[in-house]
């Protein structure tokens, strides 16, 4: 019996997410981390690799946000205003709905951390430091004030992401110990344990298409950096 069979009222381990989300997710985690730490150690070179990786990482999570498995994709996880009204009215209740991938809040707060995301890098390819030495490869593509300008944003964005991060760390951990969902381990382990009729069909994609996205990102990646004039 395959894992989507179960009998009504059965428990079942069911696999919500795919190698590429998790390592997504786990590796923005790693970068996030270490563009703070070499930003506060003025280790500039170190923060713009670690910035260029998160770009390609993002437009990677966007093209597998459209072609990816069923719970990575954006039209299943970004849900209209009734299904987020309706989740949020039994946030409190215990045990409430079991999501299949992000519940409809999580799903927005998702795609409000990537948007946030693109900005934050995107704001430090147009950056440049007060002396006008080091600057994000597109700095030379705006006047010295706007690209100083970009750069307070980029710290200023920084700051909100540190309390959006903070806010979706304290949501996991309100899962965890106040629902009793543990999605750490579902993010980890791409498995998930749910009631048989919770479980539904979900379509895998196979690991091939993410090759077309990385080698997309890549270039996309270099052609910022290296390729503009
Ligand atoms: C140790 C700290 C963290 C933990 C334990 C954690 C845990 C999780 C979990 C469990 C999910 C899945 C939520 C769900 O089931 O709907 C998730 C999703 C996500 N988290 Fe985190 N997270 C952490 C830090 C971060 C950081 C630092 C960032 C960004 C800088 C981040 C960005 C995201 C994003 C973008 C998603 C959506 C993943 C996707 O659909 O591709 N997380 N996180």
């Keep these: 019996m395959s894992d989507t069979q179960a009998k009504k009222g059965e428990e079942v381990r069911v696999r919500i997410w795919d190698l590429p989300v998790r390592l ?8 996030f981390a270490f563009s703070w730490w070499t930003a506060e ?3 500039l070179d170190w923060h713009f690799l670690s ?17 990816g498995s069923t719970t990575a994709r954006f039209a299943s996880f ?15 209740a215990r045990p409430g709905k079991i999501s299949l991938g992000h519940n409809p809040m999580g799903g927005w707060s ?7 995301l693109l900005t934050q890098v995107g704001l430090g390819l147009f950056a440049i430091d007060v002396d006008g030495v080091e600057g ?6 705006v006047s010295f004030e706007t690209a100083r300008r970009m750069s307070s944003l980029h710290g200023l964005l920084f700051n909100i992401l ?8 304290a ?14 381990v579902a993010m980890l382990n791409g498995r998930k344990r749910v009631a048989g009729d919770v479980a539904q069909e979900m379509r895998f994609v196979s690991l091939w298409w993410a090759l077309p996205g990385l080698a997309v990102a890549c270039l996309l990646v270099l052609w910022v950096v290296y390729g503009h004039f």
């Excluded at 770009?55 to 597998?64: I, S």
């Excluded at 540190?162 to 760390?169: A, N, S, W």
């Excluded at 949501?171 to 750490?184: D, M, P, S, T, V």
Aim: proline share 3%.
């Design 24 to 31: 997504f997710h786990w590796v923005m985690v790693a970068l």
């Design 41 to 43: 150690n003025d280790h």
């Design 51 to 67: 910035g260029y990786a998160i770009l390609g990482l993002l437009l990677f999570r966007v093209y597998w946000g459209v072609v």
């Design 78 to 92: 970004v849900k209209g205003p009734r299904a987020l009204l309706s989740y949020a009215r039994q946030l409190l």
């Design 110 to 116: 998702v795609l409000a951390m990537l948007l946030l």
């Design 136 to 141: 994000g490869p597109l700095s030379n593509l």
């Design 162 to 169: 540190l309390i959006v991060v903070g806010l979706h760390v």
């Design 171 to 184: 949501a996991i951990l309100f899962y965890l110990f106040y629902k009793r969902e543990n999605l750490i």
